[in-house]
């Protein structure tokens, strides 16, 4: 049974800090590429940020230089450093784990609140 469990998120004022983090079970997780989707009220799930087994990482224009992505291995984890936040970063965050080898596979977790608010 394949897990991904979020946490880290909560209020936070303008120019703060959060760091999101995404433990996963039931995966041999150095074959997933991991991301960070967020979804706003009334928008489309998008992109944030993925990484690579191997660590090559991929941003969305809105969030370069401010977010970070990483990954431990040895931990089943990822991470999502998010720092100078904007209100306009208020979102659900969801983490999803995805690999093509040995056969395709794609997994979602059940999405944490980040709201960025005064």
């Known amino acids: 049974q394949v897990q991904l469990v979020e946490s880290g998120g909560g209020l936070v004022q303008p120019g703060g800090s959060l760091r999101l983090s995404c433990v996963a079970s039931g995966i041999i997780f150095r074959f997933y590429n991991m991301g960070w989707y967020r979804q706003a009220p009334g928008k489309q799930r998008e992109l944030v940020t993925t990484?690579?087994?191997?660590?090559?990482?991929n941003y969305a224009d809105s969030v370069k230089g401010r977010f970070t992505i990483s990954r431990d291995n040895a931990k089943s984890t990822a991470y999502l450093q998010m720092d100078s936040l904007k209100p306009e970063d208020t979102a659900v965050y969801y983490c999803?784990?995805?690999?093509?080898?040995?056969?395709?596979?794609?997994?979602w977790g059940q999405g944490t609140q980040v709201t960025v608010s005064s």
């Open positions: 990484i690579t087994g191997v660590g090559v990482t």
């Open positions: 999803n784990a995805e690999t093509r080898w040995p056969k395709v596979a794609n997994y």
